[in-house]
Structure formats: C-alpha cells, structure tokens
C-alpha cells in the first residue's frame, strides 16, 4: 500500500525525488531506459538502494519510508537463508552463493533459470504495482563482475554467459525492451 501512497500523491511532490542517476539513493524515474533503448517504455516507477551500504532512512519518502526499511530486512534475511539450498543444489560452500546472492541463472550456468515477468492488458482501471527485489551484496560499480561460478565450468559444460560488471548488469537489464528477447538470452555466448 505504501507503494501505491507514493504513486498517487501530487506530481509536485514525486517530482522532487525524480532522478535520473539510477544508482543512489531513492529513485523516482518514468522511463529506465530511455538512453538506451530504441523503443521507450513508459511507467512510473520507483526504487531505493538499501545495500551494500545502507541508505540513511530519512532519505525514503516518509509516505512510503516505514514499509520499504521493514521491507529490505525481511527480504534480506530471506535472500540468506535460501542462499544455502541454492548453494547446496550447486554443490558449492553457502558462502560461496551468499557472496554472489543474485543473478543465479548466470551464475549457475544455466542450472537455475531466470523467471520472465510479463504483463498481461487488463480491463481493470486501478494500477499496476509490483514489487522486485534485487538483492546483491556488491556495490554498483565497474569492479564486481557477475559470472558463471568458475567452479561449474568444465571442458564438457564451458560457460553459458559472458561476464558482466554490475553496472553492465543493470544497464542490460532496463535496456532489454520490447522485443520479446529475455534479457538473459541476450548475455549467452554462442557456442557450436
């Protein structure tokens, strides 16, 4: 609900949280990927970097502040506790994953599939709200990189995705647009 409270407060107000630099802070944006993309794709949206390092609290809009800091620590201490079947199912030490902690499809070298959301039209006239969360222990740089775990790859089973930095991650992932391409699909290497 408290999504839907931000959304539909005046523009005035949303507008002094408009941003366009996708990696500080709390992010209010219209369209993610309209320097990257060749289609625009419009929707209001918002977003708050709450880790690695933890954003001051007071920086949330109060309207939506108390749910997204609960929000962060109930979705932190799932992404924990499923960091170790996830690592177990891969045969590798639960640190091993809780280090990496997202992008598992990648990572797993395709063991894990990623899920593809998709929007169905509806006759409904309220709004669309959804909630993601990306949870990553690695800060927004040049310097992390995402990758199939090295200890996966064999002769046999080489790797199935490139490796990207983080950023690159994030600028893929809002530039995926409208052409029916996973944005997974899109980091495959080919292989004969």
Known sequence: MSIRSFHEQPQEIKAEHYVRDEFKGF????????????????HDNMHAW?????????????????????WDRYVTDVGEKVAEPFSEGLGLAAEKVKDEASRFEIMSNGKYRNVEYRVLANSIKEPRILVVEFFSLHKKDEIHHYRP???????????LYRNLSHKEFHDNF?????????????????HE
């Open 27 to 42: 992010v209010y944006a219209s369209n993610n990927d309209l320097l990257r993309s060749k289609v625009a794709s419009w």
């Open 149 to 159: 775990f090295l200890e996966l790859l064999t002769a046999e089973k080489p790797a």
């Open 50 to 70: 709450m880790s690695p390092e933890a954003m001051e609290a007071e920086k949330i809009p109060a309207v939506c502040r108390e749910e997204m800091v609960e």
């Open 174 to 190: 809002f530039s995926k647009g409208l052409d029916s391409k996973s944005f997974v699909e899109k980091l495959m290497i080919p």
